[in-house]
Nanobody, 123 residues
Framework: QVQLVESGGGLVQAGGSLRLSCAAS????????MGWFRQAPGKEREFVAR????????YYADTVKGRFAISRDNAKNTVYLQMNSLKPEDTAVYYC????????????????WGQGTQVTVSS
């Protein structure tokens, strides 16, 4: 069984930065691509970023490209999301998830999810 635990969320002013972490249990972490999603109140969960199993390839939603950076440390079974130049519209619960496929961007293409961490950006 895989467990994913996010941390690092909080309240930040517009223009600020936060770094989210997602710690994974299990010995197969490095075999899978990982992704970050977010969900704002009243909205559907949306894709944010994805990283390949090795960390060599990354992919971002247009809304965060150039501001967010996804990375991973397979020795620590952890994936990160560095968020810079935050905007109020980035306010959401952020989730990490394990990808079924290395090109996954849809929620149904991810099989394990964390509980989420709240990010609130004030204007």
């Amino acid at each position: 069984q895989v467990q994913l635990v996010e941390s690092g969320g909080g309240l930040v002013q517009a223009g600020g930065s936060l770094r989210l972490s997602c710690a994974a249990s299990g010995r197969t972490f490095s075999d899978y691509a990982m992704g970050w999603f977010r969900q704002a109140p009243g909205k559907e969960r949306e894709f944010v970023a994805r990283i390949s199993w090795s960390g060599a390839m990354t992919y971002y939603a247009d809304t965060v490209k150039g501001r967010f950076a996804i990375s991973r440390d397979n020795a620590k079974n952890t994936v990160y999301l560095q968020m810079n130049s935050l905007k109020p519209e980035d306010t959401a619960v952020y989730y990490c998830a394990r990808a079924i496929d290395h090109t996954a961007t849809k929620t149904w293409e991810y099989d394990y999810w964390g509980q989420g961490t709240q990010v609130t950006v004030s204007s």
